[in-house]
């Protein structure tokens, strides 16, 4: 008899394990993409207060998962970053596509759309985050705007 309570308490812990393993999952998986976020916006808007501060001109890379920084006038690396999140880059420029170009004035210079662009993150359970860029520069959580 004592054995039977046994294995029905072995049974519930592992269940318990295994459901309590699962949703702490999607818990990570949702903050894996909201530090995503938090981090890419805080690299963009640095490129636009050091584009504007020191009239610039910086152009953000987008290769893969991969941003890049770069000062358009002497190619030196100002800064980088992965985001593993990164699903889609929908900003694209007179000087080439996934990119987007900072200067003293914004970034409607050499935006392709008037507007600007905006890149998407999304997780592996399917959080999404969206960060837009707009003409001026200015670096704000949601999606291009419709036209």
């Known amino acids: 008899m004592v054995k039977k309570y046994h294995k029905a308490l072995l049974r519930i812990f592992i269940l318990t394990i295994l459901f309590t393993g699962a949703?702490?999952?999607?818990?990570?998986?949702?903050?894996?993409?909201d530090g995503d976020f938090l981090e890419l916006k805080a690299l963009l808007q640095d490129a636009r207060y050091r584009a504007i501060t020191k009239n610039k001109t910086l152009v953000a890379r987008f290769v893969g998962k991969d941003i890049t920084i770069t000062d358009k006038k002497t190619g030196k690396v100002t800064g980088s970053l992965n985001v593993p999140t990164l699903h889609q880059v929908n900003y694209d420029t007179t000087l080439g596509d996934n990119?987007?170009?900072?200067?003293?004035?914004?970034?409607?210079?050499?935006?392709?759309?008037?507007?600007?662009?905006?890149?998407?993150?999304?997780?592996?359970?399917?959080?999404?985050?969206?960060?837009?860029?707009?003409?001026?520069?200015l670096v704000t959580e949601g999606l291009y705007p419709a036209e």
């Open 23 to 33: 949703g702490l999952f999607v818990f990570w998986d949702y903050y894996r993409v």
């Open 99 to 137: 990119m987007i170009v900072f200067d003293g004035h914004g970034t409607g210079d050499h935006n392709k759309r008037v507007h600007g662009g905006d890149l998407r993150l999304k997780s592996w359970f399917g959080f999404r985050k969206n960060i837009a860029v707009n003409c001026t520069g």
